[in-house]
T-cell receptor
Framework: AQSVAQPEDQVNVAEGNPLTVKCTYS??????LFWYVQYPNRGLQFLLK??????LVKGSYGFEAEFNKSQTSFHLKKPSALVSDSALYFC???????????????FGKGTKLSVIP | DTAVSQTPKYLVTQMGNDKSIKCEQN?????MYWYKQDSKKFLKIMFS???????INETVPNRFSPKSPDKAHLNLHINSLELGDSAVYFC?????????????FGAGTRLSVL
């Protein structure tokens, strides 16, 4: 079975400061990892993904995430937070070695990011 | 143009009623999904259809019945609504079954059962 843990329900950061939203995962095989963002009253939007290759992946809006296999982590980062980054962030995992029945993503419970002006 | 649209946006109803939520995608995708987001924001897949055929049916009460008249539409009908059904329901689509990680979500339907 695959699972995702986002240990923080909420992250507060001052505008202009760097931000990190944490994610750890568990899969039996190799992971595909994703970050999605949900703005208030909106559906989730794809932010970035790790499939293979470079451990540091860059996504939309200046976000990046680092895949760390030994720590089974995929933390989301941004060097300088904006107030407009305030949203709910979801980490998700898919085990690429699973059969068709596991092709759907497993989402974490979400982390609310609040960027304070 | 909205890629994945669902209606209604808000739905308030009494326990025991039957209601439907509609979803349409204009992306030409083959695969569509229904997700439920509970009050704690936890997101869980309910159903997935690929080319109008049911692929995933997670542990969901049989009061929930998805229907896909064509691959651009996936509607969700709920019978005998219960208080615990209150949640936000998201429709989503992906290009095909194999690319099921790259999801496009609708804006959600907030269901409140009184």
């Amino acid at each position: 079975a695959q699972s995702v843990a986002q240990p923080e329900d909420q992250v507060n950061v001052a505008e202009g400061n760097p931000l990190t939203v944490k994610c750890t995962y568990s899969v039996s095989g190799n992971p595909y990892l994703f970050w999605y963002v949900q703005y208030p009253n909106r559906g989730l939007q794809f932010l970035l993904k790790y499939i293979t290759g470079d451990n540091l992946v860059k996504g939309s809006y200046g976000f990046e995430a680092e895949f760390n296999k030994s720590q089974t982590s995929f933390h989301l980062k941004k060097p300088s937070a904006l107030v407009s980054d305030s949203a709910l962030y979801f980490c998700a995992v898919r085990d690429i070695n699973s059969g068709a029945g596991s092709y759907q993503l497993t989402f974490g419970k979400g982390t609310k990011l609040s960027v304070i002006p | 143009d909205t890629a994945v649209s669902q209606t209604p946006k808000y739905l308030v109803t009494q326990m025991g009623n039957d209601k439907s939520i509609k979803c349409e995608q204009n992306l030409g995708h083959d695969t569509m999904y229904w997700y439920k987001q509970d009050s704690k924001k936890f997101l869980k897949i309910m159903f997935s259809y690929n080319n109008k055929e049911l692929i995933i049916n997670e542990t969901v009460p049989n009061r929930f019945s998805p229907k896909s008249p064509d691959k651009a539409h996936l509607n969700l009908h709920i019978n005998s609504l219960e208080l615990g059904d209150s949640a936000v329901y998201f429709c989503a689509s992906s290009q095909d079954w194999a690319s099921g990680s790259f999801l496009y979500f609708g804006a959600g339907t907030r269901l409140s059962v009184l």
